[in-house]
C-alpha cells in the first residue's frame, strides 16, 4: 500500500506551502477520495505521487520504500494517471486508447473492451470510421468530440493500462449527473482490487471510496469513511451540504 508520512509542498520559486503536514494511509487495493475547494492541494497531491514533483518535507512510501528509490520508470511503470487536463491526441479513436500501454497491438480486443468499460465503445460505434477514425480538429479528417465524450475516451486509455495504482483527477467532471451515475459503477468496478486516489467533487464517487481526505488549504481537516464524515459534521458535511440523522 501507499502511505503518505507529514507530507509538505510548495511550489519551486513559490514561498508558500501548499500541502502541509499529510498523512494518509492507503493500503494496498483500497480506494482514498480526495475532497476539498478549488485550490486546496487535491491535484498537488496526485502529482507528488506521480512523482511528477517530491515533497519538500516528509515521504510517501510504496510497501514501505520511499518511492524516490525506485528508478522513475519502474516507478511509473505501476501507476495509471488521469488528469483533468488530458491529452486530445489528434490520432485515430483506437490510438488514443492504445496510447494508454503501447505494449498492446493495436488490433487487440483489449482496446475495445477498455472502451466498452467507459462508455466509449458507445461513441466510438457512431463515428463514420469506428476504432480508425481519426479524433480532433487539427486534420481535415478528423471528428471532434464533445468533452464529456473525450474523458470516456481518456478515461479508457487509464483502464487499459493494467497498473496496480490508478489516480484520477476529476475522472467525470465533464459528464451530467446522470451520465456519471451510470458510469460510476463500471469505474469503480473497474478499480476493484487496484489501490488508487480519486480526486472528485460528486458526493456519489466519493461516498464509495473506503476512505476519504478532506482538504482546506492545504491541510488535512478531516479523514474518514462518508458516514463517520456525516457525522462529524464538519468541512466534509459542509461542503456536500449533507446532514446526519441525529
Ligand atoms: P486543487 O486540485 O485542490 O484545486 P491544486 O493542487 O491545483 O488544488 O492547487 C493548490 C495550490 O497550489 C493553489 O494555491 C494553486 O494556485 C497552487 N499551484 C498549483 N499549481 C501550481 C504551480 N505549477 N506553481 C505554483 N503554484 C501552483
Not at 483489449?110 to 472502451?115: E, F, N, V, Y
Request: with cysteine; aromatic share 6%.
Amino acid at each position: 500500500g501507499l502511505r503518505l508520512e507529514n507530507v509538505s509542498f510548495r511550489y519551486p520559486g513559490t514561498e508558500r506551502d501548499v500541502l502541509i503536514d499529510i498523512n494518509a494511509a492507503i493500503p494496498a487495493g483500497r480506494h482514498l477520495a480526495l475532497v476539498g475547494e478549488n485550490g486546496s492541494g487535491k491535484t498537488t497531491l496526485v502529482k507528488l505521487l506521480c512523482r511528477l514533483y517530491d515533497p519538500v518535507r516528509g515521504r510517501i512510501l510504496l510497501d514501505g520504500i520511499d518511492i524516490r528509490e525506485f528508478a522513475l520508470e519502474d516507478y511509473r511503470a505501476a501507476i495509471s494517471v488521469l488528469f483533468q487536463d488530458f491529452v486530445r491526441y489528434q490520432m485515430t479513436a483506437g490510438e488514443n486508447i492504445r496510447m494508454g500501454d503501447v505494449g498492446v497491438p493495436p488490433d487487440d480486443r483489449r482496446i475495445g473492451d477498455a472502451a466498452q468499460r467507459t462508455g466509449a465503445a458507445t461513441v466510438i460505434d457512431r463515428l463514420p470510421g469506428g476504432y480508425d477514425q481519426r479524433l480532433g480538429r487539427l486534420f481535415p479528417d478528423g471528428a471532434e468530440l464533445s468533452e464529456g465524450q473525450w474523458q470516456r475516451v481518456a478515461l479508457a486509455r487509464c483502464f487499459l493500462r493494467q497498473a496496480s495504482m490508478v489516480f484520477l483527477d476529476e475522472p467525470t467532471s465533464a459528464l451530467d449527473a446522470k451520465a456519471e451515475r451510470r458510469l460510476l459503477a463500471s469505474v469503480l468496478g473497474n478499480l476493484a482490487g487496484r489501490t488508487a486516489v480519486v480526486v472528485s467533487h460528486r458526493l456519489s464517487t466519493v461516498q464509495a471510496a473506503d476512505r476519504i481526505l478532506v482538504l482546506v488549504d492545504g491541510r488535512m481537516a478531516e479523514s474518514g469513511s462518508h458516514v463517520q464524515l456525516v457525522q462529524a459534521q464538519g468541512p466534509y458535511a459542509a461542503l456536500f451540504a449533507v446532514h446526519g440523522t441525529s
